[in-house]
């Protein structure tokens, strides 16, 4: 390998066997392929790649901190959690654009997903990329539990680094996800405050067509599908349920995910007219 290389590199052969020793490390530094990396004591050669692979991360889950940001980048650079991503509720900007904290890289696995499976798979920390956006969650007041809305540069932020991971893994939209999500009963966020629906129309996400969920929430005005079907329904989305055809604690806590995530003016647990439309909508869009 080396002598082609350095046919291809010396200036002539008039330079002389010293002029060949002496530029024998700028040759192979200056001419070695692009597709031969070297690595700790060994090269490995790049240049016939594989077509039958696909990308690890699959899945980009969002969660909310329940916390300020302060206290948050302190847990997630401790040593039991942490995150790829954390957006604070106020990003500064440099050159116009939002600065994001990164705290784990892309190829690494960071620990914010825990117990949790979506659409099959379990342990989406194995397949998942976490952005944590600093929020805190409910709040305690007099005429009981407020939650608190995100900031507008703060979502910018977001929808920023979305898109690009996005893009870049080619994620599916089903498959970006609320914590409560992959952790229902577990985890509940970023909750209903976050907004799904804007993240969708920025080109983020899943939504369902408007027009679908009126023709469903006409062809079940009447006649409800049971509650197997429901599960069924859930469980086809992506949802971790089993059909037991009974409204159980575990169905109330998927029929809350999904309702904070879809239908966020109500998520009481009740699989009611609007949230079945709704769930029917997006089988019939992305499943």
Known sequence: MIAPVLDSCRPGRASGRLL??????????????????????????????????????????????????????????????????VVGDHPPRRGGDPVIYQLVDETARAWHAGTSAWGGRSHLNDSSIGIEIVNPGPVDTPSGKVWRGFDGDQIDAVSRLARDIIARYDIAPENVVAHADISPGRKIDPGPAFPWEQLYRQGIGAWPDAATVNAYRERFRYAMPDMGAIQSALARYGYDIDPTGVLDQRTHSVVVSFQMHFRPDRYDGIPDLETVARLWALNDKYR
């Open 20 to 85: 060949l020793l002496a530029g024998l490390a700028v040759a192979i530094a200056g001419c070695t392929p692009a597709t031969l990396k070297q690595r700790n004591g060994y090269w490995a050669d790049q240049a016939q790649p594989a077509q039958a692979y696909n990308q690890r991360v699959r899945f980009l889950v969002m969660h909310y901190t329940g916390g300020d940001e302060a206290r948050a980048l302190q847990v997630l650079t401790g040593p039991s959690v942490s995150s790829h991503y």
